[in-house]
C-alpha cells in the first residue's frame, strides 16, 4: 500500500480481555516494528521483525504481549489479559532498512477500561 | 540509544526561528532522526544526520556534533502549522531499532 495502515484506529476494552492490533506495512519492506507511546512521551520499542522472523523481542513488557507476521507482510500484535496499564498508542512503522528511517502507520489507541 | 535527552516545551512566535536541542549518550552511533509528530498522529520523518554538520532542508535543518553527542533541529519562518512534538531518535550500533527521546512539545504563538 502507500502508507503504512494501522487498524483498529480505537479499541476500548474491559480489563482482562484479549485485543489484536493489525499493521498492513508499505509493500516491500522487509522490516516492521512494533512501538507504544504513552502520552508526552516518545515511543518505546516493543518488537522488530526482518521478513517473517521475530528478529528482536526485547521490548516487550512481559510475555502477555506477543506478535507474529506469519507471510512477512501484516503483523499483528497480540495482547492477553489486557491491564489499565496497557492503555496506549500502539504505532507500527516499516521500513527498508534501519539507516533510512521508519514510515509509521497512524496508531491504535488502546484503552482499557 | 540511552539517555536521549529533549526540553519538554517550548513556545515561539509566528515568523521566528527557533531551535530545538538533543543530546545524547550511546556506545556506538549510526546516525540520528528528527521526526514531527502533530497531536494524535503519527510521527513524519523531517531530516537524517549521521555526519558532523549542518543538513538543510527548506525550513528546516538539522545539525549534528558526534563527538558533542549533540544535536539541533532549527526552524525557520516559523507558521501556526509548525505547532506540534519534535522527536529525536538515535540509531545505535548493534541495535534493531530506533531510540526516541521523550519529543519537545512546541507551541507557535501568533
Known amino acids: 500500500g502507500a502508507g503504512v495502515s494501522q487498524t483498529p484506529s480505537n479499541k476500548v476494552t474491559e480489563k482482562g480481555k484479549y485485543v489484536e492490533l493489525r499493521c498492513d506495512p508499505i509493500s516491500g519492506h522487509t522490516a516492521l516494528y512494533w512501538y507504544r507511546q504513552s502520552l508526552g512521551q516518545g515511543p518505546e520499542f516493543l518488537i522488530y521483525?526482518?521478513?517473517?522472523?521475530?528478529?528482536?523481542d526485547s521490548g516487550l513488557p512481559n510475555d502477555r504481549f506477543f506478535a507474529v507476521r506469519p507471510e512477512g507482510s501484516v503483523s499483528t500484535l497480540k495482547i492477553q489479559r489486557t491491564e489499565r496499564g496497557d492503555s496506549a498508542v500502539y504505532l507500527c512503522a516499516s521500513s527498508q532498512g534501519q539507516s533510512y528511517g521508519y514510515t509509521f502507520g497512524s496508531g491504535t489507541r488502546l484503552t482499557v477500561v | 540509544g540511552q539517555n536521549i535527552d529533549q526540553p519538554t516545551e517550548m513556545t515561539a512566535t509566528e515568523g521566528a526561528i527557533v531551535q530545538i536541542n538533543c543530546t545524547y549518550q550511546t556506545s556506538g552511533f549510526n546516525g540520528l532522526f528528527w521526526y514531527q509528530q502533530h497531536a494524535g498522529e503519527a510521527p513524519t520523518f523531517l531530516s537524517y544526520n549521521v555526519l558532523d554538520g549542518l543538513e538543510e532542508k527548506g525550513r528546516f535543518s538539522s545539525f549534528l556534533s558526534r563527538s558533542k553527542g549533540y544535536s539541533y533541529l532549527l526552524l525557520k519562518e516559523l507558521q501556526m502549522k509548525d505547532s506540534a512534538s519534535y522527536l529525536c531518535a538515535v540509531d545505535e550500533t548493534g541495535a534493531n531499532n530506533l531510540f526516541f527521546g521523550t519529543g519537545t512539545r512546541l507551541t507557535v504563538i501568533p
Open positions: 521483525f526482518q521478513g517473517t522472523g521475530a528478529a528482536d
